[in-house]
């Protein structure tokens, strides 16, 4: 009998195993059928809320943007509530960035530096961490901690020295480096960021600062 089907067809070998082994194939297919589709699922689900996130957060920019003429700050609370809404998309790490830059214009430092912390802690991923990182730096440099300042600073641009905040990052690093008259620092800082940003604002400005330093320095 085993010679007989040997000698059959390819395919009819492969029908006669089916038709044995029918039961077992039958779960095999029927599990990965079902996982393709979880899977699926998954991916689209995902892909839906992140849109529905981006969505909710355009919807409070705009509003807060409408009534600017009426109240002169935004309010962090509404992108607060976008990111505890939809937490793990983009538009949530995006949210906590202006929550703390509205507290920042608030003068609510220390506000404003926790926000940017959680991005920083719960979106190392994205892609706004290191504009988080600069306004970690920002708000220490607001409350005068010039020396955590300066630290996390140079943070920023040891974790991501391709940013398009570096700029502004060298840039605050000269002026602090002035501040505490370290002429020498500051004119390197400032020459940095006139070479990266030759034609920006950044680098415009850099064009009196970099000689007050380097007349000090001579």
């Given amino acids: 009998m ?5 000698q059959l067809p390819l395919s ?62 935004s309010d962090p609370a509404a992108y607060l509530k976008v990111a505890a809404e939809y937490p793990h998309s983009e538009a949530a790490a995006r ?21 940017f912390q959680r991005v920083t802690r719960e979106y190392p991923a994205s892609n706004f961490r290191s504009q988080a990182l600069l306004g970690v730096a920002a708000c220490l440099e607001a409350q005068g901690n ?3 300042a300066t630290a996390a600073y140079k943070e920023l641009i040891d974790q991501h020295p391709n940013s398009p905040v570096i700029p502004q990052a060298r840039f605050a690093l000269g002026r602090l480096a002035e501040a505490q008259h370290q002429p020498e620092q500051a004119y390197n800082h400032y020459e940095q960021v006139a070479q990266m940003d030759p034609y920006g604002s950044i680098g415009s400005d850099t064009g009196g600062s970099i000689r007050q330093p380097a007349a000090l320095c001579g």
């Fill in 12 to 73: 009819d070998q492969l029908w006669l195993w089916f038709q044995k082994n029918k039961k077992p194939v039958l779960w095999a297919v029927s599990i990965l059928v079902i996982g393709g589709l979880v899977v699926w699922f998954a991916v689209y689900r995902s892909q839906e809320q992140q849109t529905e996130a981006g969505q909710a957060l355009s919807s409070v920019v705009f509003a807060q943007s409408s009534t600017q003429g009426a109240q002169a700050e």
């Fill in 95 to 115: 949210a906590l960035l202006l929550a703390g830059s509205s507290y920042f214009t608030e003068g609510k430092y220390d506000q404003a530096k926790a926000q």
């Fill in 146 to 148: 010039a020396t955590e």
């Fill in 2 to 6: 085993e010679s007989e089907v040997a």
